[in-house]
């Protein structure tokens, strides 16, 4: 029978403050704040609570009137993940349009931007950037938050992302640990596994992690993914040998293991979240992030108290308890004492040759970022766009717009766009959709956008008949950029941020600076 030290108290207290919660709304409901008080340490938030920068100033002053040091934790990976700017699209490209570049001075400056964006409204943490080696181009849900496939350049921008971010006192979280990169399976909705050796689990997938880790990256988020070379039985978030032995003992990291979120299929299907929580931190972990589909009070008072049964029955040691919660209150002790230390970062800085001087740093990186193939001439009239539109993965949202119509609608006023999804198109409907695009289109020039073409059977069928129909297409790839460039012209953006499409956008026009 386990002997308790510590008193309920005590316990309750420790057991909250490994949780990262999220709530409703765009204030701080009452039962957040009472948790608050009673030692919950960390926040998280998501589109659904930010609508401007000054409402989440002052909801994050809501938040440090009850516990100055709060850890306020974001997911904003800038590109197509984005909740600083959910509404409109990111002014930063992502992580695929920085290693494209490959240029370690510009992403450590957007990093820094960014980071800056966070700190004035109050965010000290974020859940970036993603280090994980897009090894699968077929991955659905890493994609474009990766840097790249090349291990060595993953590496060098995510030390360069870690960097810049903690250089103005926002925490990075680098993710996601052992690397996500090679999947095809949504952790959102089932259990990704694999089957690769320990070999190429250190040479590729782990390089940017230590990289990371001698960087100093404060935080860490473990994946929901089986990797049977590393642990054959545990995915890795409820894994000691992955999060103890592997990241803790081998490569020496230090500083908070936080979870990726727990109501995602992988884990809440599998061990249920209170169950997944209670072997997560008993693997190692040190916070259990929950709230991007459960937010509400009651998931909090579940997980708190499975977290202290767990202790009194001897299925979860006090000490590492108690472990987990001091990681966690040291990281707010650093946020605190980081508060308001650095500046902006210099946009003319990078060797940006052919932009405006004081050019925003994120338009900056996405200008650079294009690959431009052919040379069409650049449009004197409003186009048709026609977005040939996949499925949004939970990740990345589909609140977010995207796309180069609202963009080119300012060069070119009374440019008009049309989505086009993939339900009923097979064999003669790919027809039909290439009809209704250029009977919408009549005499306009046809600019068709696609997001990862090479995924999709149904949008590479219908580039393909709608450039045998109308050969002076432009073609926007607004995700990776896999497929041989088609079209009179062909802009590959390696990203879907607003940014990225308001460098295609310029492109089209001719309205470059």
Avoid at 351 to 364: D, F, K, N, R, Y
Avoid at 402 to 410: D, H, I, P
Wanted: one cysteine or more.
């Amino acid at each position: 029978m386990t002997t308790l030290v510590s008193d309920t108290d005590t316990l309750t207290r420790d057991a909250l403050a490994v949780l990262q919660p999220g709530f409703l709304g765009t204030t701080a409901p009452p039962w957040l704040l009472r948790r608050i008080e009673e030692g919950l340490t960390s926040v998280g938030l998501f589109g659904r609570n930010i609508t401007s920068p000054d409402q989440l100033a002052a909801l994050t002053a809501q938040l440090r009137a009850v516990r100055d040091d709060v850890l306020v934790a974001i997911d904003e990976e800038g590109g197509d993940v984005t909740r600083l700017e959910v509404r409109h699209g990111s002014s930063f490209p992502g992580n695929h349009a920085l290693g494209a570049v490959d240029d370690t001075a510009l992403t450590r400056a957007v990093a820094q931007e960014l980071g800056r964006r966070l700190a004035e409204c109050g965010v000290n943490l974020n859940w970036a950037p993603s280090a994980d080696v897009n090894s699968n181009r077929d991955n659905p849900v890493i994609g474009v938050r990766s840097f790249g496939a090349d291990p060595a350049l993953v590496a060098r921008h995510t030390a360069a992302y870690v960097e810049g971010l903690q250089s103005v006192g926002v925490a990075a979280c680098t993710k996601h640990f052992p690397g996500h990169g090679d999947t095809a399976v949504d952790s959102h909705h089932a259990m990704p596994r694999i089957d690769v050796d320990l070999d190429t689990v250190h040479a590729r997938d782990l390089l940017p992690f230590r990289a990371a880790i001698a960087s100093g990256s404060k935080c860490v988020m473990s994946a929901h993914i089986l990797l049977p070379a590393l642990d054959p039985n545990r995915p890795a978030t409820l894994s000691p040998q992955i999060l103890t032995g592997l990241l803790r003992e081998e490569l020496g990291f230090e500083g908070l293991i936080v979870t990726d979120g727990m109501e995602m299929q992988a884990i809440a299907a599998t061990y249920g979240i209170e169950r997944g929580s209670v072997l997560a931190i008993a693997a190692g972990a040190d916070a259990i992030c929950v709230g991007g589909g459960l937010a509400d009070e009651d998931t909090v008072l579940r997980l708190r108290d499975a977290l202290v049964a767990a202790v009194r029955g001897g299925d979860l040691p006090e000490e590492r308890l108690a472990d987990a919660a001091a990681r966690v209150r040291g990281l707010a002790d650093w946020t605190l004492r980081s508060r308001g230390v650095g500046g902006a970062s210099e946009p003319g800085a990078d060797s940006q040759e052919g932009t405006a001087p004081g050019t925003a740093i994120g338009l900056v990186a996405a200008r650079r970022a294009l690959r431009v193939t052919g040379t069409a001439k650049p449009l004197d009239s409003a186009p048709f766009v026609a977005a040939l539109t996949p499925v949004a993965n939970i990740a990345v949202g589909d609140e977010t717009p995207w796309g180069v119509a609202a963009e080119l609608g300012r060069l070119l006023p009374g440019t008009e766009t049309v989505s086009y999804s993939g339900a009923g198109v097979a064999g003669t409907g790919t027809d039909a959709l290439v009809a209704r695009v250029l009977a919408a289109a009549g005499d306009r020039t046809v600019v068709a956008v696609v997001r990862d073409v090479h995924r999709h059977a149904w949008m590479a069928d219908a580039l393909d008949a709608l450039l045998a129909a109308r050969p002076g297409t432009v073609v926007v790839e607004m995700g990776l950029n896999e497929a041989e460039p088609r079209g009179a012209l062909h802009i590959a953006t390696y990203g879907a941020a607003r940014v990225c499409g308001q460098a295609a956008a310029e492109v089209i026009a001719g309205r470059e600076d």
